[in-house]
């Protein structure tokens, strides 16, 4: 993966719960908006709806249940994930977009997760939650976050595993959206594409020196 969108549906993702892809998504509480693509036709959206449990979550995504429950100050309890594994270095960057109608104290929460070379653990981050952009007195539709678009770093070359999840907080009433799109790294070359570099540079330097060879 050096550039990823979901233009091809979610070819060489994993994912529980309810993940699929849309082009776009229009809601109208409170104040109306559309989410659509930032990359190609098609985005990745994950619903929080009553789901997997979190102990599930948590082991798809090679992390823990309390590790989950951490990142808000209810309790998390049911949503759907998406992984995927690539070969990358420097840094992956990625969009996203949080949107629902829950308020607080319901926190529902979107979060990325990556593991690799470098990586102590399951590295655990959270994007969004309700509690982040929703007024706690209007008692009302939190609508969303728009996007945004985040960078983690890789230590090293490798490989690794970048997991995405979102999940309802306290109760399980009410859906929350977290959509994901435009994920991009710098690709480290396969060894067998490495190798047949290094043959073709060494070819077109032998192939010189050869012609030079005096004649006997």
């Not at 559309?34 to 009553?50: C, Y």
């Not at 607080?104 to 070379?117: A, E, I, K």
């Not at 979102?166 to 790294?185: G, K």
């Amino acid at each position: 993966m050096c550039h990823g969108n979901f233009s091809s549906d979610l070819t060489n993702w994993d994912k529980v719960g309810i993940v699929t892809t849309a082009a776009s998504y229009t809601y109208s509480d409170p104040q109306g908006g559309t989410i659509s693509p930032t990359a190609g036709t098609q985005v990745a959206e994950l619903r929080s709806s009553r789901n997997v449990r979190r102990n599930s979550l948590a082991s798809f995504l090679g992390t823990t249940s309390g590790t989950l429950n951490s990142l808000v100050s209810s309790t998390a309890l049911r949503g759907s994930a998406m992984r995927t594994t690539f070969t990358g270095s420097v840094s992956v960057t990625f969009d996203w977009n949080m949107w629902t109608r829950d308020y607080p104290p319901y926190d529902d929460f979107s979060f990325v997760t990556l593991s690799g070379p470098g990586i102590t653990d399951t590295q655990v981050t959270l994007l969004a939650n309700v509690d982040a952009f929703a007024d706690p007195s209007s008692n009302g539709p939190s609508n969303g976050t728009s996007w945004n678009s985040s960078t983690l770093n890789l230590p090293v070359d490798g490989v690794y595993t970048i997991g995405f999840g979102v999940m309802n907080a306290r109760d399980n009433a009410v859906t929350s959206y977290f959509y994901v799109d435009n994920l991009e790294t710098t690709c480290v070359p396969e060894p067998s594409t490495a190798l047949a570099a290094f043959f073709a540079i060494g070819l077109v330097c032998w192939l010189p020196y050869r012609r030079r060879r005096p004649q006997i």
